[in-house]
């Protein structure tokens, strides 16, 4: 079973999961190629002034010099550098001169013959093209229980909330967002922890629970969970009022 795996540079805690994934993924199934887009933590393509001024402006200074020391040293180690991870690995870095939807993008990948598409913060709307491409679609992995906290960051409106418990969802994907049919869920008691501690744990979770569902679809096994739209909510990214909320609440982010 041949897989395109579509993700990004993600500095922080993307690079160490990527390398676990591919250590349990199931027996007879390969990695063509990796799709790598740069990191969109806005859900949107800025540049990186204009991600660390908004960053700065919606976090407030300490959180902003905080990840920006973790930023600059991470970048010297590949164990949270996604490019040089995939490439220790030994993985092809499939380069799209093309937006992932266009024609163009959509024939390299479809040479490849991928069997199954698996998006991990892929930060391109998916269209139906596209999640079609491969005889067994594309799936992707959100920090949530959907149908709840569909949308962006997740793991901050959980905490937030002041939620009991979390998890993750991978779900084939569809023209909506986070609202295709579910294949796996974990889920898990949330006590006191900090959100980069709930994002380390949701990561390595998600990678086995992308680890599974691929194991259900190669051997026909998978049984669907409904996403009910009825029950789904939305969550767009936090304003600097909904940060100050954040930490009234007593929560914390490291």
Known sequence: MKIILITQKEPFFLAKNIDYLCKILPEGVTIEGVILYEPSPFGKKQSLLQKSIKTFYIFGFKFFIYYAIKFLLNKLNYNFNVEKTIKKIGLKIIKLKKPINHNESLKLISSYNPSLLVSILGNEIFKEKLIKLAPYGCINLHSSLLPKYRGLMPTFWILKNKEKESGVS????????????????????????????????????????????????????????????????????????DIQEFLRGGNTFY
């Open 170 to 241: 991978v779900f084939f994907m569809d023209t909506g967002i986070d609202s295709g049919p579910i294949i796996v869920q974990k889920k898990f008691d949330i006590t006191k922890i900090s959100h980069s501690d709930l994002i380390k744990k949701t990561k390595k979770l998600g990678m086995e629970a992308i680890a599974e569902a691929i194991k259900k679809i190669k051997n026909d096994e998978v049984i669907l969970i409904p996403n009910d739209n009825k029950k789904k909510t939305y969550y767009s990214f936090p304003t600097r009022s």
